[in-house]
């Protein structure tokens, strides 16, 4: 008699194909996380929407590059040799200031040309005497460094003026009258790229979590609503598969982080701001660790979220904590300043975007983002461990939506 084998040929003999590899089996939670971010990352929204996120980073970094290396000139209509020199003086003042500006007077016969001239566009400004001095007059307001250089020159020549019928000079009345700012660590004021800073790791932080939390809490819903969680917790345990979804997820979301965060670099290198591309470095490594730990744990919360909803519809409802938590984070991240900054720097969620900020600016010891990343972390701890209890408690649960409290009070599934 002959026996038909029907097992795969390329089976290694003694497993059917149908068996799972042992250390795999061993595993269930690396399972779930590979099947998580193999379906993100074949998905045509999420490839789209990384994609669409990075021309925009490089985008903004190649139009700062664009508007720091474009020179700007200016052309000033005059009707005589006073106002000429007036004109040539400011382009120097203006010129000391921003070797990008350039000024240009252009003589014409008399005010009706000037006007002319400013109507027909052949002019950007006009530099004429009015009743109590010297007035520039343009189509709009003025552009602000050539107003600041022409009125240098204008201030200049009238204290000369003033100080000659006075019988001493300039630089006699003018003595003591300049302040000069500077800084204790004597680096240059860079106050506008750290808020901009701030503000762009609290839209990163807030996107990308929200982002990430919404599917996990989706997908948990709908294996839920299609009861197919009841046949998934037959072959494993829900914590695995909480930790898988999680783990999944919370990968993806570091690596659109650090990737985007690399982009934002490059992007940096290009303009003038390059030359804090060290200190910002160290603040990006620290920002991609505090997402790390941070998004762990909300990573949880939202999965809970998804367990308590027994529709996709409820949704809305029981994420509503993680938003508003949230949009917290995200204003309180690049508005705060001071001794609040400060506290909030240490506060976890919070840190992740106050923390790299404050890094940033050199305002933060160096033990105090260690420190804060260690309360991070214990917080990250707490979350899982109580998350989870909640999560086994309201996933197998069918009589429809819970609240957080009821999640708590449950009995184990």
Not at 50 to 73: D, E, K, N, P, Y
Not at 264 to 292: E, K, Q
Not at 295 to 300: G, N, S
Request: glycine share 8%; aromatic share 8%; charged share 15%.
């Amino acid at each position: 008699m002959t026996t038909v084998n029907h097992s795969d040929p390329s089976a290694p003999s003694g497993r059917s194909p149908e068996t799972p590899d042992r250390n795999d089996a061993g595993r269930p939670w690396l399972i779930v996380a590979g099947r998580e971010i193999v379906v993100r990352l074949t998905n045509k929204s999420f490839i789209v929407s990384t994609l669409v996120t990075i021309v925009l980073i490089a985008g903004v970094g190649a139009f700062s590059a664009w508007q720091s290396s474009r020179s700007s000139t200016t052309t000033v209509a005059v009707t005589g040799p006073a106002a000429t020199q007036l004109v040539e003086q400011g382009a120097a003042a203006a010129s000391t200031a921003d070797d990008k500006v350039s000024i240009k007077p252009q003589s014409v016969a008399d005010d009706a040309a000037a006007k002319a001239a400013l109507t027909s566009g052949s002019a950007d400004a006009w530099l004429h005497q009015g009743g109590d001095g010297w007035v520039l007059t343009a189509k709009d307001a003025p552009d602000s460094a050539v107003e600041a250089g022409i009125g240098s020159a204008v201030r200049t020549q009238a204290l000369a003026t003033n100080a000659a019928a006075a019988g001493t000079t300039a630089a006699a009345i003018e003595k003591g009258t300049v302040l000069t700012t500077t800084r204790l660590d004597g680096q240059q004021d860079d106050t506008l790229f750290i808020k901009l800073a701030s503000l762009a790791f609290s839209l990163l932080f807030f996107m990308a979590a929200i982002l990430f939390g919404q599917q996990i809490a989706a997908s948990v819903v709908e294996e839920k609503q299609s009861r197919l969680v009841e046949i998934i917790a037959t072959a494993i345990p829900l914590r695995a598969l909480l930790a898988g979804k999680v783990l999944g997820n919370s990968v993806l979301a570091f690596g659109q982080v650090v990737l985007y965060g690399a982009v934002g670099l490059v992007a940096v290198a290009f303009t003038d701001y390059s030359r804090l591309l060290p200190s910002l470095s160290v603040a990006v490594i620290w920002f991609v660790v505090f997402f790390a730990v941070g998004f762990f744990a909300l990573a949880c919360l939202f999965a809970v979220a998804g367990a308590l909803a027994s529709r996709t519809e409820d949704l809305q409802s029981t994420t509503a904590p993680m938003t508003m938590l949230l949009a917290v984070v995200y204003v309180v991240g690049f508005s705060v300043t001071g001794t609040a900054l400060k506290v909030v720097s240490f506060i976890p969620i919070v840190s992740v975007v106050a923390m790299p900020g404050r890094i940033l600016s050199g305002d933060a010891a160096w033990w105090e983002p260690v420190v804060a990343l260690v309360v991070m972390a214990g917080f990250a701890a707490v979350t899982v461990l109580v998350g989870e209890k909640v999560y086994r408690r309201s996933l197998m649960q069918t009589r429809g939506k819970m609240s957080w409290r009821e999640g708590l009070k449950s009995a184990d599934a």
